[in-house]
């Protein structure tokens, strides 16, 4: 099961002829054409702008300004003025919104930081990878690591103080991705769903609309959109999940980091927004486990096209298709309802449906100061006002119904801690 040069295939995607056989729509949304031809000819136009890009990009990947498809995203948008169900418009509006964010010389610092999964390399790693498993085994594992590590609360707070202290604060980042990166992925989602809706839709891309006199004829249909598609709300969950709370931390004076652990402070607090974004991180991630669903099911039951299919079905793939399915299966069930993990049972689903509003708060009562380290920072000194183990009580050990049903003694069990390992404060390493 190949995907031979997938990335080059999908930019070349939106240049391509349309062959409709008769298909019918699935949609249910009202369409007025003002003109068909005229929205024909501009996408031609467009496509006339994306195809030379593709080698381009293909070489030089770091250039940002390559792509710069804004002037094709226009044309594409217009042709949508002229007719709404012109599947090629839809498909070319969403793959240069996409594809235009990464010539955002802020999105393209933010790639280097590694703060979230969004990069024109991740999503080239992804698109060519060496067949269906290998594309939707690294998404539902890292989408399955970032939520285990909400249910590991010191490795997940080492891991926002480590962020907080590589230089720029979280904050600014924050900023990119709801404002530049959030609402393109959203408006590309809506459209690349729009040409799921009709099952038949395929592109035949000719050696000539890549550039060369000989060559293979490539066939995309809806297994490679709904991969694609997956990819999109990957990157949506991703940048959701990173943007909902306010993980600001500086390590670097003993006043900065005392105030953020103050019961008042706004560190680890929802942001504006916050309890939408964690919403809008479980429905991604499920809409996601559900395209890959969708781009496998077809996979196996379309009629085989073996000369042009970019992804060849056989019956011996079988196996690794099933495969596949049952990861994005499981995480669905992950997200879902309740999971048991290490041995006690938790509702993920709680912790992006109902989010906790402020994680300090969860914690026992203390009182909070600092001390200085041998990194040359300052350590956060948590004091329990508890004065014994039995008087050291979590407000809420249910986390927001995360552990449903759990209780203090249960709790306490759960993370080890009993009498003789109790200690009346707790250091975190600035």
């Known amino acids: 099961m190949k995907i031979p040069n997938f990335f080059a295939v999908l930019f070349v995607v939106a240049g391509a002829t349309m062959f409709s056989s008769g298909c019918k729509s699935n949609s249910t949304s ?6 068909p031809a005229k929205a024909a000819q501009l996408v031609t ?7 030379p890009r593709v080698a381009l990009i293909a070489t ?42 990464f010539s ?11 703060e979230v999964g969004f990069s024109a390399n991740a999503m080239l790693s992804i698109l060519k990878s060496g067949g269906v498993q290998q594309f939707t085994r690294p998404i539902t594992s890292d989408v399955l690591g970032k939520i285990r590590l909400a249910n590991q609360p010191s490795l997940a707070l080492h891991t926002v103080l480590a962020k907080s202290q590589a230089g720029q604060l979280p904050s600014h980042d924050q900023a990119i991705v709801e404002t ?80 953020a652990w103050q019961p008042s402070s706004p560190f680890l607090t929802l ?17 996601m486990a559900t395209s890959i669903r969708n781009g496998l099911t077809f996979l196996m039951h379309e009629t085989p096209h073996p000369e042009t299919d970019v992804i060849v079905y056989n019956p011996q793939d079988q196996s690794q298709v099933q495969s596949a399915i049952q990861d994005v299966d499981s995480l669905t069930a992950f997200l879902s309802g309740p999971y048991s993990i290490g041995g006690a049972t938790a509702n993920v689903g709680s912790l992006f449906l109902n989010p906790i509003t402020d994680v300090k708060a969860k914690l026992p009562a203390y ?4 001390r200085p380290n041998s990194s040359g920072t300052y350590d956060a000194v948590l004091t329990w006002q508890a004065s014994s183990f039995d008087t050291w009580v979590f407000p809420d050990p249910t986390f ?3 552990l449903p049903g759990m209780t203090n003694s249960g709790l306490k069990q759960m993370f080890e801690i009993n009498a003789s390992t109790w200690s009346s404060s707790v250091i975190i390493s600035g």
Request: glycine fraction near 4%; include cysteine.
């Open 30 to 35: 009202p369409k007025t054409s003002t003109d």
């Open 45 to 51: 136009a467009a496509s006339e702008i994306l195809i």
């Open 104 to 114: 955002d010389p802020t999105v393209a610092k933010l790639q280097q930081s590694g």
């Open 180 to 259: 530049n990166i959030l609402p393109v992925l959203a408006n590309a989602i809506v459209h690349l769903q729009q040409v799921t809706n009709t099952p038949c839709y395929q592109f035949l891309i000719t050696p000539q609309l890549m550039g060369v006199n000989n060559g293979p004829t490539y066939r995309i249909d809806l297994t490679e959109i709904y991969l694609l598609l997956a990819v999109f709300q990957f990157f949506d969950a991703d940048g959701s999940l990173f943007v909902a709370y306010n993980i600001d931390y500086n390590s670097s004076t003993a006043s900065s980091v005392t105030q």
């Open 367 to 370: 009182t909070a100061s600092s």
């Open 400 to 402: 927001n119904g995360f």
């Open 271 to 287: 942001r504006t927004n916050g309890v939408q974004r964690m919403k809008d991180t479980r429905t991604n991630y499920l809409a």
């Open 60 to 101: 030089l990947p770091s250039d940002t300004a390559a792509f710069d498809l804004s002037s094709a995203n226009i044309l594409y948008s217009q042709a949508l003025d002229q007719d709404p169900g012109n599947l090629d418009a839809h498909f070319g509006f969403a793959l240069t919104e996409v594809l235009t964010l």
